[in-house]
């Protein structure tokens, strides 16, 4: 049984870092495409990035572009997200999410979820 552990999450005041963790568990063998997502309140859940098997691939949404990396460890099994240069409408549940497809955008895609971390921006 694949689980997905988030862990990070907290109030970080605008302008400031904050790091989000993902561990995988329970599976050996090809390694999972990995995504963030998140679901900020009132609003739909959204992607905001994405990394290949391999690493040397990572897509982002738009608004977080030049200020959130993806990055994995194939040996931990694990896949973090640094989120630079916070703003309050980052707040929101982060998921992290596993794909046996390339890098998919869409949610629908992913076959694994986390439980969410919840982030909160303060301005």
């Known amino acids: 049984q694949v689980q997905l552990v988030e862990s990070g999450g907290g109030s970080v005041q605008a302008g400031d870092s904050l790091t989000l963790s993902c561990a995988e568990s329970g599976r050996t063998g090809t390694p999972f495409v990995m995504g963030w997502f998140r679901r900020s309140p009132g609003k739909d859940r959204e992607f905001v990035a994405g990394i290949n098997r391999s690493g040397n691939l990572r897509e982002y949404a738009e608004s977080v572009k030049g200020r959130f990396t993806i990055s994995r460890d194939k040996a931990r099994k694990t896949v973090s997200l640094q989120m630079n240069i916070a703003k309050p409408e980052n707040t929101a549940v982060y998921y992290c999410?596993?794909?046996?497809?390339?890098?998919?955008?869409?949610?629908?895609?992913?076959?694994?979820w986390g439980q969410g971390a919840q982030v909160t921006g303060t301005a």
């Open positions: 999410a596993a794909s046996s497809n390339l890098v998919p955008r869409d949610a629908r895609e992913y076959e694994y």
